[in-house]
């Protein structure tokens, strides 16, 4: 594949990741994950973001580099926007490779450059907010600090000229594009995938550094963006604006914006007692959504997912939006449900805060699960139904009273949303 043009003077290069089982170790990639590169050339050559030895990267770049007659050796600057591996594991190499190319990153970056990705001693150049680097021929790159979106040395590159944003991180996504890379280049059901994938990209990835993106937002708030070109996903030359409000609204999810109109339920069991509570919560939420579309209201949404055997990467998108929460789970060993453990861990440590949430589970000898469960939802600040438990089988009075949670969980979460909306 050649470099793809964006301008006459900027250039995509673009690394389709495909067969890789998981992104930072943990979360699933099933549909792959681009890594992208920027050349802009003028008298001078910049690199923007690097990328890491994987799946052949390298060899993807250097092909797409010769497509435009350049080589490792012609650039002069490599500006790191940002240092974590799969932008920068590439460094050291390309360093040796190119010992005269000037490294240009924030002061953290730089010595993330220096300690982190052992890129020894060399022509380092430290910018911050503010700076800009003149590469001739009137292209003049500027640079904004952006810390925590989502390391603590991470900068964004504007080109005025063009007015392209390279983001880096920041409005990128998860899923392969394959030969096309455009946003103008996908249908419309493409794009619902990638929306998608957005959303388990940023719920996975970028959720616990929510502050730091809206104040990142804000910076550019006052510059015109005509392309945004991340390092992962797509690049958006026709509507930038439609990630960067798509970024406005992740943000606020976990933030104090509005959530969406949906109830997620996430549950495990081990032998079925549980699972039976849940169907009744579950009967509960779509009659009581149905009475409230009879009435003219928009009744919330409902996804229902097991857990172990959804992983937590899909079951983190799918909470990380919604306004309500079921949390079903047994009794385990005096505690809670392991792997529901796991899932609230990861919600304290990406600030899913501000749910409508309901807790429900059976239990064997005895109880248990509700002392944990307290204790690990109190920084999240939900606003919690009166948990339910149960001995065993629930009963017939059980079921039917779970079906009224389900009923008033609807009705806590419908309350916002108008047909208006």
Known sequence: MNAKQITDYVFALHADITNA???????????????????????????????????????????????????????????????????????????????????????????????????????????????????GNDIILNFVEVPNVHWPETMVTYDPKSAILFSCDAFGSYGKTGDRIFDDEFTSEEHLFYEKESLRYYANIVASFSTFVKTAINKLADITIKVVAPSHGIIWRKNPEKIIQRYVKYAGYNTGGKQENKICVIYGYMYGNTKKGVDAVVEGIKQKAEELESQGLVAPEVSVLEIPATDASFVLAEAYESAGIVMAMPTYEYKMFPPAAYILNLFARKHFVGKKSLRIGSWGWIGGAKREYDEAITPLKWEELEAYEWQG???????????????????????SYTTNE
């Open 393 to 415: 089988l629930p009963s017939q009075l059980d079921l039917e009273k779970l079906v009224e949670l389900g009923k008033d969980l609807t009705v806590q979460v419908s309350t």
């Open 21 to 135: 089982k998981y992104f930072e170790g943990m979360w699933p990639i099933p549909h792959g994950v681009t890594l992208n590169s920027y050349i802009v050339k003028g008298e001078k050559i910049a690199l923007i973001d690097l990328y890491r030895d994987w799946e052949n990267a390298p060899e993807q770049i250097n092909i797409q580099l010769s497509s435009i007659g350049l080589s490792v050796q012609d650039i002069d600057y490599i500006i790191l926007n940002h240092l974590e591996p799969d932008h920068s594991d590439f460094l050291q190499k390309f360093h040796q490779l190119n010992p005269s190319a000037q490294i240009i990153s924030t002061e953290k970056g730089i010595a993330l450059a220096k300690n982190f990705c052992k890129a020894g001693e060399g022509n380092y150049r430290t910018v911050k907010t503010g700076d800009a680097l003149d590469l």
